[in-house]
């Protein structure tokens, strides 16, 4: 079992910066990729980002490319995702996911636990 905490959302105005946090416990945190997704409100949940076992391998969305950055502390058992210059389409709840492999992917199906989500809301 692994449970999976998001915080760090908040209010942001446009081309703001927020960091978020997904703290891990239960299994082990270096048996699992870790992805960030998030749903907006009325849309369908979709990825973000992932970051591999070994923090070696990250895949980004095109649509966050350049902006978002992330990274795990295997030691803190926790996985960050730094947002920088935020659009008002960038509001979701944002979720972290742990997948037992070593890369993370694409598919919402692959992920084997989820967190309740942190809601991120940039104004305008």
């Known amino acids: 079992q692994v449970q999976l905490v998001e915080s760090g959302g908040r209010l942001v105005q446009a081309g703001g910066s927020v960091r978020l946090s997904c703290a891990a416990s239960?299994?082990?945190?270096?048996?699992?990729?870790l992805g960030w997704w998030r749903q907006a409100p009325g849309m369908e949940r979709e990825f973000v980002v992932g970051?591999?076992?070994?923090?070696?391998?990250?895949t980004y969305a095109p649509f966050v490319k350049g902006r978002f950055i992330v990274s795990r502390d295997n030691a803190k058992n926790t996985v960050y995702l730094q947002m920088n210059s935020l659009k008002p389409e960038d509001t979701a709840v944002y979720y972290c996911?742990?997948?037992?492999?070593?890369?993370?992917?694409?598919?919402?199906?692959?992920?084997?636990?989820w967190g309740q989500g942190t809601q991120v809301t940039v104004s305008s």
């Open positions: 996911a742990a997948r037992f492999k070593n890369w993370p992917t694409e598919r919402e199906d692959d992920y084997h636990y």
């Open positions: 239960g299994r082990s945190f270096r048996d699992y990729a």
């Open positions: 970051i591999s076992r070994s923090e070696t391998t990250t």
